[in-house]
């Protein structure tokens, strides 16, 4: 790992079925007309792991999971484990989204036990931290999320590829975005923790922004210091609009 390698990742969420490739398809073709500025990937759902790595092989989009369990297989009925992400094709991995967190009562421990199951299996994970509204309005933001990466960031991760999403949850999915000067405001704070936590190769992951990425805000979101990319929810899911986040790189 020498340079900082920005990254703008699709997240589809449970949204897509094998209809959903002539998107990743037409994504693919454009960025072969003309390539991105930095890394794009694409991380659907489990089913379509496969199919999509097949979809876009051959060109600049990469793949990745939503999620993984920890242990390596087992009695663990409707997970899926790194390594079987691995095996389809992906080779990122989102952990500790705030809906996994939330709907699954992810903890930050649970997420650090993920991640090392996920550099087990050669993916690189993405670890997503970000403030509720209510922990915003008490004036928590900053110290949730660095406690979010403090307990979250194993020490496996020390030279390793990765990147952290900043996503605060009030701003996912809604429209809201936090302004430019609260974006780096946390982005600083996050830093600041990855290195208490992992030491300066800290400095090489990509801090992404997400929650309500789309292309007309994208470029004043990208130009912010210490933005190094995206995590885009909604507006991923159309390659017209993927593209208008990635060109505005
Ligand atoms: P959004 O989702 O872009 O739809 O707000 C972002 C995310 O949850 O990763």
Not at 209 to 218: D, I, L, M
Request: aromatic residues 4%; negative net charge.
């Amino acid at each position: 790992m020498t340079e900082m390698r920005r990254l703008i990742a699709g997240n589809w969420k449970m949204n897509g079925v094998g209809s959903a490739l002539t998107e990743a398809e037409a994504l693919a073709e454009a960025l072969k007309a003309g390539p991105a500025a930095m890394r794009v990937a694409l991380c659907p759902p489990a089913t379509l792991i496969e199919r999509l790595a097949r979809t876009v092989e051959g060109s600049a989009v990469e793949v990745g999971g939503q999620d993984c369990r920890a242990e390596a297989s087992g009695a663990f009925t409707g997970d899926v484990a790194a390594a079987m992400l691995a095996d389809a094709g992906a080779g990122l991995v989102i952990l500790g989204h705030s809906e996994r967190r939330s709907f699954h009562g992810e903890t930050d421990a649970d997420v650090a036990a993920k991640v090392g199951a996920a550099l087990a299996a050669g993916l690189e994970p993405i670890v997503c931290v970000g403030e509720t509204l209510e922990q915003r309005e008490a004036g928590q933001a900053v110290t949730v999320v660095q406690a979010q990466v403090a307990g979250s960031l194993p020490d496996a991760l020390i030279g390793k590829a990765f990147a952290v999403a900043y996503e605060p949850v009030w701003a996912i999915g809604t429209g809201l975005t936090p302004t430019v000067e609260q974006i780096e405001e946390v982005h600083r704070a996050v830093r600041a923790a990855m290195v208490e936590r992992l030491g300066e190769t800290a400095r090489k992951a990509p801090i992404l922004y997400g929650g309500s990425v789309k292309p007309s805000n994208a470029a004043e979101i990208l130009n912010t210091p210490e933005v190094g990319g995206a995590l885009v929810g909604g507006a991923s899911l159309k390659a017209a609009d993927f593209l208008g986040i990635i060109r505005a790189a």
